[in-house]
C-alpha cells in the first residue's frame, strides 16, 4: 500500500527555524508536495520538489531524498501566521494525490 | 483571477436525504478534483476529472457518491441517501499545470443529522 508519515504536532518559537519530516512508501514515485492550511481554510500549495535536493521559496524550503523515501519542509524566521497544518502528498494510482494526515505547528511568541 | 468557487458553504440535511455540492473551478484549469476532510484529518481523494477523458471514480467510497462535470468547468458532486458518516468538509481543487499544484475552493461543510 501506500502510506505517509508526518508529526502529528510540532511546537516552535516565533522568529526560530522548524523543520517538519514527512517519509513516504509508494509503489512508485513521482515527487512529493508541501501544502499550508489553516484552521477553517483551504490548503494552499506551497512547494513540489521531484527531484533530489532542495527547493527554497522565500522562507520555507522543501527537501526530498528519494533514496531515503523522506522529505521536509523548513520554515525560517517563523511568524505568528505560519501557524496552520501542512501536509505532505504524494502522487498514488494514476492523477491521485495521497496525502499525510498532517502537521500542526503551533508557534510560541 | 477569480479562484474556485464552491457553494453551498455550509449544508445542514436530514439523514437520508440527497445533497448537491457545486464547485467552479478556475477558468481553464483542465483538471479537477474532490476530496473529502474530516476533522483533524488529510484529504481523502474521491474523484478526477481530466479534460473530456472518462473521470477517475476511483476514490468514491461507495455508489451513493456520484459526480459529474459539465462542458469540462463547473462540476457537482452528488450523495445519495446521505449518512452520518458523510458529515465532513468536501473540497474541490483544480489544476493547469498537473497534479502536484492544486489551487483549492473554500469547501462545503456538511453535517448530517
Known amino acids: 500500500g501506500q502510506s505517509l508519515e508526518q508529526p502529528s504536532e510540532v511546537t516552535a518559537v516565533e522568529g526560530a527555524i522548524v523543520q517538519i519530516n514527512c517519509t513516504y512508501q509508494?509503489?512508485?514515485?513521482?515527487?512529493l508536495s508541501w501544502y499550508q492550511q489553516h484552521d477553517g481554510g483551504a490548503p494552499t500549495f506551497l512547494s513540489y520538489?521531484?527531484l533530489d535536493g532542495l527547493e527554497e521559496t522565500g522562507r520555507f524550503s522543501s527537501f526530498l531524498s528519494r533514496s531515503d523515501s523522506y522529505g521536509y519542509l523548513l520554515l525560517q524566521e517563523l511568524q505568528m501566521k505560519d501557524s496552520a497544518s501542512y501536509f505532505c502528498?504524494?502522487?498514488?494510482?494514476?492523477?491521485?494525490?495521497?496525502w499525510g494526515a498532517g502537521t500542526k505547528l503551533i508557534i510560541k511568541p | 483571477g477569480a479562484g474556485v468557487s464552491q457553494s453551498p458553504s455550509n449544508k445542514v440535511t436530514e439523514k437520508g436525504k440527497d445533497v448537491e455540492l457545486r464547485c467552479d473551478p478556475i477558468s481553464g484549469h483542465t483538471a479537477l478534483y474532490w476530496y473529502r476532510q474530516s476533522l483533524g484529518q488529510g484529504l481523502e481523494f474521491l474523484i478526477y476529472?481530466?479534460?473530456?477523458?472518462?473521470?477517475?471514480k476511483s476514490g468514491l467510497p461507495s455508489d451513493r457518491f456520484s459526480a459529474e462535470r459539465t462542458g469540462g468547468s463547473v462540476s457537482t458532486l452528488t450523495i445519495q441517501r446521505t449518512q452520518q458518516e458523510d458529515s465532513a468538509v468536501y473540497l474541490c481543487?483544480?489544476?493547469?499545470?498537473?497534479?502536484?499544484?492544486?489551487?483549492f475552493g473554500p469547501g462545503t461543510r456538511l453535517t448530517v443529522t
Open positions: 502528498a504524494v502522487r498514488g494510482g494514476n492523477y491521485q494525490l495521497i
Open positions: 520538489n521531484g
Open positions: 481543487a483544480s489544476s493547469l499545470r498537473g497534479l502536484y499544484e492544486q489551487y
Open positions: 476529472f481530466q479534460g473530456n477523458s472518462a473521470p477517475d
Open positions: 509508494t509503489s512508485g514515485f513521482y515527487g
